[in-house]
């Protein structure tokens, strides 16, 4: 009796099993509230990348968030010994009639309705626009206006693009190249290069952290200045300091440097747990270089405590811009930041008279650290097994 044995057809491919990433990332997205942190991190980073257009040249729809709405007023001139119409004063201004109309009652009273060959004084003096400083939240401003007019909607859309960029790169300068890099090196390589690392991140973290950013922020901030022109005048750029890149790259070499030391001691620690692990053992064993053992089999062991610590930092940094620039040592203007919507609020008076111009700011920036330190427990929770 001869056996059969069934041919497994050619075209049958075996199929791949779920990567990690993948399983992790359905693990995430299965959480509720890492959905709700993502969905409101993405958007508010979005509002800020958004406006990133405004700089081409490109019209975004939203009011110049430099722009006063005051009240103009101008004259009406004389030609040739005799004023002009008001047909005339419209059309170089750009104003409607219905619009002087509304906003010159006491020329109407004196003058009559107002129309094209109406003609009136040389040097009668017209209101163009009202006055629209500290207006609380309208159809019109949907936040409200501060004290020089300016609309807070489209200060707080500037601002997020001030804190994305200042906060992703900080934090990856930071977090990733210097304080994960280090830490990596110093746990896996020990000994004399172990001591170097160290040693220096104890002398940075020795000084308070606060007082030696808002001192090499202050010291730098006249010599960088310098350089940005200097770099503006031999490359023919001139949108460098306009744009506030200047403050951005300040912010971010200073909180860099004063962060970095306690990540790195953070990943050394955790690096040194898992330096003696078998699969790293058997990795030397074959013949693997330092920066493979770095990069493919250390960093996947720690990487939920950098996940947590990423998303943590972005919020840290986001906070640290505000104090910076609310002691006069950040951001300046006209460049919009979240630090410069908290310094132009006012004190306590100020708040009790217009609470809207300290309630844009700080519920911005609640939202948002309280959203990325969400997201950070949410993916501790799927990445660690230690926390399950």
């Known amino acids: 009796m001869t056996s059969r044995v069934e041919a497994q057809p050619q075209w049958a491919i075996p199929e791949k099993s779920e990567s990690p990433w993948m399983r992790a990332l359905r693990a995430i997205l299965r959480k509720k509230i890492a959905v709700v942190c993502i969905s409101v991190i993405v958007v508010l980073y979005g509002a800020g990348a958004y406006t990133m257009l405004d700089a081409f040249g490109i019209d975004i729809g939203l009011q110049d968030p430099n722009q006063s709405n005051l009240s103009q007023r101008r004259s009406i001139r004389e030609v040739d010994g005799s004023p002009e119409t008001l047909g005339a004063f419209t059309s170089r201004l750009g104003v409607e009639i219905a619009t002087l109309n509304q906003l010159n009652p006491e020329v109407v009273e004196a003058y009559g309705p107002l129309t094209e060959e109406t003609l009136l004084p040389a ?33 707080a859309m500037f601002a997020l693009r001030t804190t994305l960029i200042i906060s992703v790169i900080a934090v990856l300068f930071g977090n990733l190249f210097l304080g994960l890099g280090l830490g990596l090196l110093a746990g896996y390589r020990g000994g004399l290069v172990d001591q170097i690392i160290m040693r220096i991140g104890d002398v940075m973290l020795a000084m308070p952290g606060l007082l030696f950013l808002i001192v090499v922020v202050t010291v730098f901030r006249d010599p960088w200045e310098e350089w940005f022109r200097a770099i503006e005048a031999a490359t023919g750029q001139e949108w460098l300091i306009a744009q506030g890149v200047d403050d951005y790259v300040l912010i971010v070499f200073a909180t860099s440097l004063v962060g970095w030391a306690g990540s790195a001691r953070f990943y050394r620690a955790q690096v040194l747990a898992l330096r003696e692990s078998d699969y790293i053992l058997a990795a030397e064993t074959v013949g693997a270089r330092t920066p493979r053992v770095l990069i493919r089999h250390l960093f996947p062991g720690i990487l939920p405590w950098f996940v947590v610590g990423f998303s943590a930092s972005l919020g840290e940094i986001a906070g640290s811009e505000v104090v910076l620039t609310w002691l006069g040592i950040g951001i300046t203007p006209p460049t919009a930041s979240f630090g410069i919507l908290v310094e132009n609020a006012g004190g306590r008076t100020s708040f009790l008279l217009y609470p809207w111009l300290m309630a844009v700011p700080w519920l911005f920036l609640l939202v948002l650290m309280l959203a990325f330190n969400l997201l950070g427990d949410a993916i501790n929770d799927v990445l660690n097994p230690r926390g399950r």
Do not use: Y
Request: proline content about 3%; glycine content about 12%; overall charge neutral.
């Open 123 to 155: 040097r009668t003096e017209l209101v163009l626009s009202g006055d629209e400083s500290l207006q609380g939240p309208s159809t019109r401003h949907w936040f409200g206006t501060d004290r020089n007019g300016r609309d807070l909607f489209a200060r």
